[in-house]
């Protein structure tokens, strides 16, 4: 028995969106652990982060090595999100929600 087609695409959306929303998650709480875990001397509210903790993201020379592995989960993470977010769109785009 195979569900009908609206009910299919409603489950691929709920879907997509769902593991976007878990993805931004980790994306934050693994950026928020990185930014934690900077190199000793490194002062992370300073000019080599223009004042910006978050920047520590950009530079993995200023994380210590766990630090490093907190950064790459974080980046794989909002890749994941945009990818979720990109295949909703084109499932919209198939289906003609997005009209």
């Known amino acids: 028995m195979s569900l ?6 409603s489950i ?9 929303f878990v993805s ?11 930014v934690r875990q900077p ?3 490194v002062r ?8 910006n903790p978050m920047n520590t993201l950009l530079r993995p020379e200023l994380l210590t090595e766990q630090g490093q592995r907190y950064r790459k989960s974080c980046l794989r993470a909002l890749l994941v ?4 977010v990109l295949a ?5 785009a198939l ?5």
Not at 81 to 84: D, E, Q, T
């Open 4 to 9: 009908p087609r609206n009910m299919r695409v």
């Open 12 to 20: 691929a959306f709920g879907a997509l969106w769902t593991l976007a």
């Open 24 to 34: 931004w998650f980790a994306f934050v709480a693994y950026g928020l652990k990185a």
């Open 39 to 41: 190199r000793p001397g």
């Open 44 to 51: 992370v509210w300073s000019r080599a982060t223009l004042w």
């Open 81 to 84: 999100f945009v990818a979720c």
């Open 88 to 92: 909703v769109f084109f499932v919209g």
């Open 95 to 99: 289906t003609g929600a997005l009209k």
